[in-house]
């Protein structure tokens, strides 16, 4: 295996000429590996054998690996042609398992084996045709075609990765041990494991734009995190360790799960490590191809349901609180370890990257600093589910990579494996996976009283939200001009909000309300519904939202906004948000300097009454600013109700004169009337215009 | 009488102040020649009564020529406060008589009569503090206040008018001679009339705004016709002229009528004209406050319906064809009589402006020219329904005044009455009623063997039609941009249609075609719909096109396009327009040079294979043109034929792409694929904007 021993390639530096023929041998080597681990079938029929019930059988990622580059190749139009159809058809998709509790019994019309590999080497050449012709200039970056070749390779690692880890699920009698290297053959004594003290750190995440290293999309953006000291432990843990938790019936109660842990256990009816065989009171553990007697010191493998439940009894007897490391946490470790180099590549002397074994090896062998295996050995289950970092960019050609795991049911895994390789092996690397999923994974254990917040910011797929935080946030200068920012500047010019308190209703997802905050006391924003208050919140409290917009069809786009305007930002906490019903707005909200009702007529019941009674609600010499369309058809404002848009006595009655005069009781006009351009986006393709009249009333009677 | 002899004001010349006096004058004769009008009523209590049965009774329209002038000036912001808004509501509509074949029994609360005296002095205060402090500067317009006070003044003359109708029909002992004028009480022998020739013209019709007099919206516009010579009777047809045609059985004769005519005398059992009242063998003839012995040398007043029953029952007997003049004849007569003077005021010496009798008189007693009475006595029937002249726009305080009567059914009547006054004896007046209807008005007769084309266009009032007419005409140009211009000019630079056979699929409202015909030899351009494909033949056979768009809420606007633009106009008579299914397409529409597909795709049943099949109608080399959204969701194609806007495989499906591949088979593609942003109206507050993707492909194989 000496001869697989690679890295993933720098990108930003040296010469075209060599660089072309760096990633070519980087491809080969990688292209070998992947074909290499199939050695290990017994032979051709264990093709059709599935690793787990719920995952293709072991032939789709044969395939799979060598379509991947070719479907993304025609999607990127590096080529034109496709090899096979069908091939890349069948073997596109079905890579992440159908989740546990939904089976699912598809059908699949599965080739011959040695049709597969015919399909490669045509890949295989169609491959090498595109490193040796497609355009390459360093710095290679996200839309240069060899983007995408390296995007080819770097899955191809993954795969071979998490194939390994099916082949290791397949009954021992069809596997051989082929040619995939040698395990680790020691098993020292076990060591006590003991807790090493991190000191609180101000630690930057992920990786900027230009950074030398190939990236999956989700590792890009920067971010800090602040985190309080704590306690970890030296090891990962070891099944010795873990057996202590097993054998105090550590899977008998309850307690120690969670729900979804619990609820795992008694489906899977597991009373042990997957990967661990008990034979008339005597274990042995299965690995990759074949069984060997339990390697105690070795760390155990266990999903993160399984970890948690571990630190839980851990806590439980100790009275401590333990849990696993969250993602800043691990980085603070790895930062303590000098494992990675400037690059982000593992320089660690370390069981990673192929270089030592073909196996996890004694959880006390590689020392890294005061630690064990910070990197190497079993990754290592966290306490975060992965989410983007705030700015977070789907990569236009391979848009779910990610995005399908920032669902709060992925969490992160770090460190990497005895078999972990190339973006796997660096220091930015992101993957994440069901909790119950079991990968070459293990756990090492943090104590700490800081209950870490883990809330991930899922994606907001309301698309009356989604455009609203588009129409607000994500505004497409040249077109809809600055209607917010206008909006308020004349306001302020006209009513002097300095000092003001300002009641905003339809607040919807909040720019208005930030634009007031920059000149009022205190604003007051309130809307309809808690599904759009919800957005400008988190962006008060979290500085970001994240939502989905319509692309074409049932294609979406994923945004996230990143609130950067150093202004709006510092104003936000004069900002309370909360959900009420204009119609039937709570006594409470009175006394106001200004009330601003921005496209809010047209979506009430009764407009008119509305209008009759807001003065209640303001100060004497209070401003009413009206921002409205007065287009009620549109907004299905009953006939009845419409304060204009007919004939009345012969006469037009024009909506906007006619609540001119209906505020005329108490109200008298200031300011110019002023008429705005207002742009909303339906999709990619189709937004809708409106012109909106803004008036503004001051109450003096 | 004497004193109210007036004239309708000279609104471009002479000095505010004196201006200011001079309307203030004309105000007052006109209020007081109003109200003494009612001076004919025998008491009170005929206020009660109606004059025809489908009109309001009498008191309304005491209260209605007060009111109009306060509902105006409150409409066009001249005051903000209204006097009575019960009476400005009750006494502001249905001045129209309900459809005599739709009768209509509301119910209202009438007043006193004393309060609506009371009324109009209040309104009369107020008007004179208008007339006395409204900015008035010379020439008065259209937008100023003092448009508005003529408009007030001219709406109370045609009422003086119509309301001497409607007491002419109330019963005899309801009425008394009162304190307006002495009837003519001529008779002459009657004399015979004849036919004058009149010679081929081409005449102007129409006022162009700035004119020194008052207009009502429908008087403006600048027109030609080309008329040919013809005859026309010398006199209007008397009494004695008409009771021929009674005598000889006109009223029972079904062939003499229009089927709407016979319906109309069915239902009103009619056997002679309305004013006629026939005793014991011996005619009389109701004026509007006594009976006299019929004056047979007086005019014949009849409606429409009856006047074309005798020209029909003359042609019938005499062979050669007679019918009414049309309204461009009537202005040929009017031209050769020299009736009018340069500004269009009336100075013929005639029986009209209340400046000879209260009554008609003997037809032969005002000579003009060769002719008799081509102004004055009575109003003549002419057999053009009213319509606007090309480029015809509503006045937006007055917007129902028109646009109701130009259905097609509302005929014009010229030269104006012995009551006329104000507007009504200018040139430019154009009244209009229901044939159907009694006016003072008879008719002369025309012989000429040319059938006039008297279609009218009426506005289209389908949305979806009339939005179409404004994006592809009314260019809101610093928004919109020449969408259409672009798109075409980019075409012909990549597919030089100088030369070519273009076939244009959804032509819509037709304006790509126009832009097309510009470059290219020959342009196909078919529609779906009949309705959207009406539009553009209109435009090219007539030069504009009249519609109606949606303002707010149930409210319209009148548009009429005028085809102004000499390119396009030029070149339209290259254009074939055609209804035909795009779906399912005539195979006659084949071997075409250039085929273009503009947001034709996301319209079409089975866009795919319409892609597939299109080369089959084109000549070898031949272009295709495709400008689309791909947008298929919004446009209800059904979900299996998208051609993208999905994954497949795992993989972003793009339609664009999608159709480039199936258009690859037998196309290559040309020039640059370029984005254009077009704009739709929906109403006067909301527009859509779509992104268009256009695209050229050249057939190769």
């Known amino acids: 295996m000496e001869n697989f021993k690679t890295q993933t390639i720098i990108l930003t530096a040296g010469d075209a000429v060599s660089k072309r023929v760096e990633i070519r041998d980087y491809f080969l080597k990688t292209w070998e590996l992947d074909e290499r681990l199939y050695s290990q079938l017994k032979d051709d029929s264990v093709f059709y054998h599935r690793g787990d019930p719920l995952r293709h059988i072991i032939l789709f990622y044969l395939g799979h690996t060598a379509v991947f580059y070719i479907n993304k190749f025609f999607l990127a139009k590096i080529i034109n042609k496709r090899i096979n159809p069908l091939f890349e058809s069948l073997f596109a998709i079905g890579v992440d398992e159908m989740s546990w509790d939904d089976l699912n019994d598809k059908n699949y019309n599965w080739p011959p084996v040695n049709e597969v590999w015919e399909y490669r080497k045509e890949a295989k050449e169609l491959i090498l045709q595109v490193i040796d012709t497609a355009e390459l200039s360093i710095p290679i970056t996200w839309k240069c075609p060899f983007w995408m070749v390296m995007m080819g390779i770097e899955h191809e690692r ?10 290791r699920q397949l009954p021992i009698d069809k596997v051989v041990k082929g040619l ?14 003991d807790l090493v003290f991190v000191s609180a750190s101000n630690i930057s995440l992920g990786k900027h734009k230009g950074h030398s290293l190939y990236g999956w999309d989700n590792e890009y953006g920067q971010t800090r995190e602040i985190v ?6 030296r090891m990962l843990v070891s099944n010795a360790e873990y057996l202590q938790f097993v054998t105090d019936g550590g899977y008998s109660e309850k307690s120690y799960w969670t729900d979804e842990g619990w609820a795992w256990k008694s489906y899977k009816n597991a009373t042990m490590p997957l990967f661990w065989i008990k034979d008339n009171g005597k274990y042995s553990l299965r690995l990759v191809a074949e069984i060997i007697p339990m390697p105690w010191s070795w760390p155990v493998e266990v999903n993160y349901l399984e970890a948690k439940a571990f630190c839980n009894w851990k806590t439980s007897k100790t009275g401590d609180k333990y849990r696993l490391p969250t993602e800043a946490e691990w980085y603070m470790l790895a930062q303590g370890a000098g494992a990675f180099n400037a690059d982000g590549l593992s320089v660690a002397d370390a069981n990673i990257n192929l270089s ?5 090896c004694p959880v006390n062998m590689f020392a890294h600093s005061e630690l064990f295996d910070v990197v190497g050995n079993v990754w290592q289950w966290t306490e975060s589910p992965i989410a983007g970092y705030p700015g977070f960019e789907v990569h ?3 848009d ?49 009283e800081i209950e870490p917040d883990l809330e991930v910011q899922e994606y907001e797929t309301d698309l009356d939200v989604a455009n609203s935080c588009e129409d607000n946030w994500m505004v497409d200068s040249d077109f809809a001009g600055m209607y917010y920012g206008k909006l308020v500047e004349t306001v302020n010019d006209v009513c002097a909000l300095d000092s003001k308190n300002v009641l905003l209703l339809n607040a919807q997802t909040g720019r208005l309300a930030f634009e007031f905050a920059k000149y009022a006391q205190h604003v007051t924003a309130l809307d309809f519904s808690a599904r759009f208050i919800r957005m400008p919140i988190l962006l ?27 202004e709006l930002r510092r104003n936000a906490s004069k900002i309370c948000f909360m959900q009420d019903n204009p119609n039937n707005l709570k006594p409470i909200y009175t006394n106001f300097d200004v009330i601003v009702l921005p496209l809010l007529l047209e979506e009430l019941v009764d407009p008119v009454n509305f209008l009759e009674n807001v003065h209640l609600r303001l100060v004497n010499g209070g401003c009413l600013v009206i921002a409205s369309t007065y287009d009620w058809e549109t907004n299905g404002v009953a006939r009845e109700y419409w304060p204009g848009g007919y004939k009345k006595d012969g006469e037009p009655v024009r909506s906007f004169d006619s609540c001119k005069s209906i505020l005329s009781t108490h109200f008298e ?17 189709r937004s809708v215009v409106l012109n909106v009249k803004l008036s503004m009333y001051k109450l003096v009677k």
């Open 396 to 398: 236009p050609m391979y």
């Open 356 to 360: 030592q074994f073909s196996s996890p």
């Open 158 to 167: 993954i795969h071979i990765e998490t194939s390994s880890v099916l082949i």
């Open 180 to 193: 995939f290297g040698e395990i680790c053959h020691a098993d020292s004594n076990v060591p006590a494991n």
């Open 400 to 448: 779910d990579f990610s995005t399908p795991t920032f669902d709060g049911k992925h969490n992160l895994i770090k460190g990497g494996s005895w078999i972990s390789t190339g973006n796997e092996a660096t220091y930015h690397a992101r993957y994440a996976f069901r909790r119950h999923f079991y990968q070459h994974a293990g756990f090492r254990y943090v104590q700490s």
């Open 228 to 233: 309080d000291s704590f306690m970890v432990s």
């Open 669 to 685: 006009s200031i300011g110019q009337d002023v008429e705005l351009r207002h742009l909303k986006r339906l999709s990619s393709v």
């Open 540 to 566: 008060r409290d979290k500085g970001m939202v994240r939502y989905t917009v319509k692309d074409e069809g049932e294609l979406l786009f994923y945004r996230d906004f990143v609130l950067s305007d150093e």
